[in-house]
């Protein structure tokens, strides 16, 4: 495929072409988006492997659509991109799961940190107090 | 005559979560002392932003003041915290707002002969509280379902107004739920094999604020709470087996 004929696919015709190019740009702009996160110290690289997870899938299921046409084929899909928006929304319910889980850590242990400032602040006022 | 009832009020730590109480928590601090005049009386400051410590902390209360709040979960397990490491005997928990009667925490200390935690209870003898209908198919759904859970009939499960023994203060200083403690509390430690006993109180009106039901027959809010209660129940039957057999 020469580099107008790919052109003239991508821009006027083969919206197949056109939606897995955009899936494939989307998937990388994901991932670079994470590494950026995580040079940068907005995002801790332990919490990031789920986002990781969902981006290099995305990106192998675009790059070899001949896998996503097998995966959907096996799921009995007729229309392969909408076995990717199931993997895509899979993925996404993986990681509200995860952040609902981290949520759950994180409420314990605020919790328990403010009673122990608590406690810990009655027995400094008292102690103060009597010498 | 059991263990309890000779108890000296000293090894009885009285814990009261208060959230903006400003109006009532002189008044239930002083009457706690007038029935159990030897006992520490805690008031453990949810967050408040009124004066609430002030208040509190000149009626004679040792305070432990929350950074902000935690809800009532979090600071009973807080006042549960307190009760065990400074070695008292019984913990008392009591509402700030003057809607549980003092003068039954004898009753309730004396019951921990036969319990490990003892629940103030409206509905196991004929009293004068009246509700709201929504309240009443509520705590009647929250009964039934714990009973499905564990075999067991309690009656009053979102009493607030409890007494607990050493066992079931150590546990619950590691263990509490934090967001529908009252029921979830009971199917935790009776799945964990405690013993769960009630004991009839009367219940006064609040001396301030309002209840999360409400006073109509029916609120969103009361129905948001009744079937997030009843869902917890459900949860916690579930957890309990699994989660709390690990410690």
Known sequence: MGNLEFLSRLVLGGAALRTQMLAIVGSLVLLSVVVYLIRGGKLKPGYSIVWFAVGISMVVFTVFSPLLSWFAQMLDISYAPAAFLLILVGGLFLLALHFSVLTTRYDRQIRELAQEYGLLNERFKRSRKIS | MGYHSWMDDNRICVFMPAYNEESSVVEVIERVSQFLPGARVVVINDGSF??????????????????????????????????????????????????????????????????????????????????????????????????????????????????????????????????????????????????????????????????????????????????????????????????????
């Not at chain 2, 002030?54 to 040792?62: D, I, L, S, T, Y």
């Not at chain 2, 432990?64 to 009532?72: E, Y």
């Not at chain 2, 007494?163 to 935790?188: C, G, Q, T």
């Not at chain 2, 769960?196 to 301030?208: F, Q």
């Open chain 2, 50 to 247: 009124d004066k609430t410590v002030e208040r509190a902390e000149q009626a004679g209360a040792r305070v432990i003041d929350l950074p902000f709040n935690l809800g009532i979960g979090g600071a009973v397990q807080a006042g549960l915290k307190y009760a065990w490491r400074n070695g008292f005997e019984v913990a008392i928990e009591i509402d700030a707002d003057g809607q549980h009667d003092p003068s039954y925490a004898r009753k309730l200390v004396e019951a921990l002969d036969e319990a490990d935690m003892v629940i103030g209870s409206r509905f196991v003898a004929d009293t004068d509280y009246r509700s709201s209908t929504l309240r009443r198919f509520g705590i009647h759904l929250f009964s039934w379902l714990i009973q499905q859970a564990t075999g067991k009939r309690v009656y009053d499960t979102t009493s607030g107004y409890r007494a607990y023994n050493r066992k079931a203060m150590r546990f619950l200083s590691y263990y509490y739920p934090a967001d529908f403690p009252e029921p979830e509390s009971i199917v935790m430690l009776l799945l964990k094999g405690f013993k769960i006993k009630e004991v009839p109180v009367e219940m006064s009106k609040r001396l301030a604020g309002e209840s999360v039901v409400g006073k109509s027959d029916f609120s969103f809010k009361g129905a948001y709470f009744l079937v997030s209660n009843a869902i917890a129940i459900l949860l916690m039957s579930v957890k309990a087996r699994v989660y709390y057999g690990k410690s």
